[in-house]
């Protein structure tokens, strides 16, 4: 294994070294732990739907990912639309037509126009999707 360090120092031979570490031993990498990020999207509409704005999750597990890709693919409509909603759906901007703000949930989503909901799973789609940038220098 090798393993090159910021400081520019390579290291060849096997797994991280253990460090004491308060009280028990801990490896490299859990001495070096990530916060993974929770990143969103605002998605913005245009036409029939303009001023329409909608934040979304980026960063949804791969279970969740995958059961959503099979319900979709299994013809479960709605379990798609619930899902969307419980697990994906941040806030959005929308009313009814009393002027009474939807809640972005599974019974708000409901509310909404067909097309509306289409088009915003297909933006999240899109941005759920995207090839990420690529990995930094080292």
Do not use: C
Not at 21 to 29: M, P, W
């Amino acid at each position: 294994m090798v393993t090159k360090h910021r400081n520019g120092v390579v290291r060849l031979g096997g797994p991280p070294q253990s460090k004491e570490r308060g009280n028990g031993t801990v490896s490299e990498f859990a001495a070096r732990m990530v916060r993974l990020p929770s990143r969103t999207a605002l998605l913005k509409f245009s036409g029939d739907y303009k001023g329409v704005e909608v934040r979304v999750k980026l960063d949804v597990p791969l279970g969740f990912f995958m059961d959503f890709q099979d319900a979709a693919a299994g013809d479960k409509t709605f379990a798609v639309y619930e899902m969307f909603a419980r697990e994906v759906l941040v806030d959005w901007n929308l009313e009814d037509a009393a002027g009474k703000p939807i809640q972005a949930n599974a019974e708000g989503i409901r509310k909404i126009p067909s097309a509306l909901a289409i088009q915003m799973m297909n933006e999240w789609s899109t941005h759920v999707t995207a090839t990420p940038a690529p990995l930094g220098g080292t």
